[in-house]
């Protein structure tokens, strides 16, 4: 994950929920399924990716993104390196989530296994999976999936750092 955080509020911690990226409600016509709703996040980097989607049903971490033609490669489908950031990505949200933004995260290691491909018009789902937040170092998993077919699996590990502060967050990093 890249060097700034993603977040999705859902508590106010020491009053850095008005300072938070959060998820906003989905638009009407997007083509998002029922139950996810639209993540604002810092950025330029992702912010050129497309939009994210959060969904946490269950206390099950899974953020959705849309395929379109802009994250093909020649082969017309969705180039690895986009999958791969997008599961990166997903790890990192997921384990500020789970931490409720109390910690950031930066990648130490990340693997990618890639197992099928994305089209256009896809949905893809990064079914995140935490495996261990320690004082230092934690470590995640996730499947990005198109239906129930899996795409990708990747595992991360990652440097537990200080939040964001106010001033970083507001600016969108």
């Given at each position: ?7 999705c ?12 990226t ?17 993540l ?18 269950d ?19 969705a180039?690895g ?60 998993n996730c499947?990005?999936k ?28």
């Amino acid at each position: 994950m890249p060097w700034f955080v993603f977040y999705c509020a859902k508590s106010d911690i020491k009053n850095r929920t008005k300072h938070w990226t959060h998820m906003t409600s989905q638009d009407k016509g997007t083509g998002v399924p029922a139950g996810f709703e639209r993540l604002k996040r810092g950025g330029p980097y992702m912010a050129n990716l497309g939009d994210l989607y959060c969904s946490r049903a269950d206390g099950a971490i899974i953020i959705g993104m849309r395929i379109s033609e802009q994250h093909t490669n020649m082969r017309g489908i969705a180039h690895g390196g986009m999958l791969a950031s997008l599961a990166d990505s997903a790890l990192g949200l997921g384990l500020t989530m789970h931490c409720e933004g109390r910690q950031s995260f930066v990648t130490v290691n990340l693997s990618t296994d890639f197992v099928d491909a994305a089209r256009p018009g896809d949905w893809v789902e990064a079914h995140v999976d935490i495996q261990k937040l320690g004082g230092r170092v934690a470590f995640a998993n996730c499947y990005l999936k198109v239906g129930e077919k899996r795409i990708l699996r990747a595992s991360g590990v990652f440097a537990v750092m200080n939040a964001l502060s106010p001033e970083q967050l507001s600016t969108g990093y």
